[in-house]
């Protein structure tokens, strides 16, 4: 609405001129309409009321939907061949990423370096920063990573020591060989059978034949040694490798010596107790650990002596017997004196000869049942 530019009072004396020109903050007033309740305008003369803004409702403009082009039928097809080959390379790519990281997996294990597989995985499969199909342009992105260092120690000692550093094939390769000709020669297995034992050698660029020296060294030594300290060594349950891995180093085998000693007087005090209970023998220490350091287990004793319990008096000397120790009688019963094995089956024999052929051997024990005890068991 266009307002004319007069001087007009408004209220109490209110100069609104030019008021048609005057910016509300309500964007275009041709738009609005002033009027109040009365239908008044705040510019007629006198006005005293309060007036209400009422927006106007704009025309609507119809809108108009516009019209799609429908694509070209080659352009289409064109687009879906292009949306499926990228479909197919995505696949293709993931393939081959879960292929890449079972082959790393598998790699890394047998190198002994199976914590380094997310980081493989990551910043070299994921990235594409290094050649896959480069084994040594693999190890080179992973040489100085804490995991593969502690795996590959040794190579830091070679290396002090003035010796060229050795790639993981060589390391590992060396340690098995090592491993193989201390098992072939006989070597107890935790003699140089851990990796510190083999960083130790390969650190002072020990070879295989090397070792096989030193352990031929050893049995050489064996050969040559003292028969007192040979038959004492052989008391506590060593074999001669053992003899062998002892004067090659003493030092790596003396916890293996005192280790053997507490475990063979361990098994003594079972097969003691086997015995007690099974036959009513009480062995002394040194025949329990005697049948220990044979390799008597505790169930080979248990059945063992539970035989010698069954022997009942058979086990007795009789006239014109020869006498047996305990020690014979338990040395029979677990392979160690044949004499005495022979001896009690002399005894049967006769006992049961003598009972068949109505000896004088058969005789009563203050029984009133009518038993008859005989040397052999007893019959009723």
């Known amino acids: 609405m266009a307002v004319k530019r007069k ?3 408004y209220g109490g004396g209110v100069d609104v001129q030019g008021l048609g020109n005057m910016d509300f903050g309500l964007g275009d007033l041709s738009n609005l309409d002033l009027k109040d309740s009365e239908g008044r305008y705040p510019m007629d003369p006198g006005y005293t009321g309060v007036a209400t803004v009422k927006p106007i409702k704009p025309a609507v403009t119809p809108t108009e939907t516009p019209t ?3 694509e070209d039928p080659v352009a289409k097809q064109m687009r879906l061949d292009r949306e499926y080959a990228a479909a197919v390379a995505d696949a293709e790519r993931i393939k081959n990423r879960k292929d890449a990281r079972s082959t790393i997996d598998t790699v890394l294990g047998t190198y002994g370096l199976s914590d380094l597989s997310d980081f493989v995985y990551s910043e070299i499969i994921l990235k594409e920063t290094v050649n896959i199909n480069n084994p040594d342009a693999i190890i080179f992105a992973i040489r100085e990573q804490p995991a593969y260092q502690k795996r590959f120690s040794a190579n ?3 290396v002090k020591n003035g010796f060229e550093e050795l790639d993981p094939a060589s390391y590992i390769g060396l340690e098995d060989q090592y491993r193989e000709t201390l098992s072939a020669n006989g070597m107890p297995v935790s003699f140089y059978d851990s990796k510190d034992d083999f960083d130790a050698l390969i650190g002072g660029s020990v070879s295989n034949a090397e070792l096989q020296s030193r352990v031929q060294d050893g049995y050489r030594a064996v050969q040559d040694a003292d028969p007192e300290v040979k038959r004492q060594m052989y008391e506590l349950g060593f074999a001669e490798g053992d003899l062998a891995a002892y004067f090659i180093d003493p030092n790596r085998m003396r916890p293996t010596l005192v ?3 507490y475990k063979r007087q361990a098994e003594a005090a ?3 107790a086997r015995a007690s209970q099974s036959a ?5 220490g040194g025949l329990a650990e005697d049948l220990a350091r044979r390799g008597i287990t505790e169930g080979q004793a248990q059945a063992g002596f539970t035989e010698i319990g069954k022997l009942g008096e ?7 017997e020869a006498a047996l120790s305990q020690e014979q009688i338990i040395g029979q019963q677990f392979g160690t004196d044949t004499a005495a094995a022979q001896e009690l089956e002399k005894r049967r024999r006769r006992r049961v000869g003598e009972f068949a052929g109505g000896g004088s051997f058969a005789r009563t024990q203050g029984e009133t049942s009518g038993a008859t005890r005989l040397s052999v068991g007893k019959a009723e």
């Open 270 to 272: 079972k097969i003691a």
């Open 314 to 320: 058979l086990a007795t000397q009789l006239s014109g």
């Open 280 to 284: 009513g023998i009480q062995l002394t």
């Open 68 to 70: 799609e082009t429908p």
């Open 7 to 9: 001087q007009v009072q």
């Open 259 to 261: 280790a053997a000693d």
């Open 156 to 158: 830091k000692e070679r």
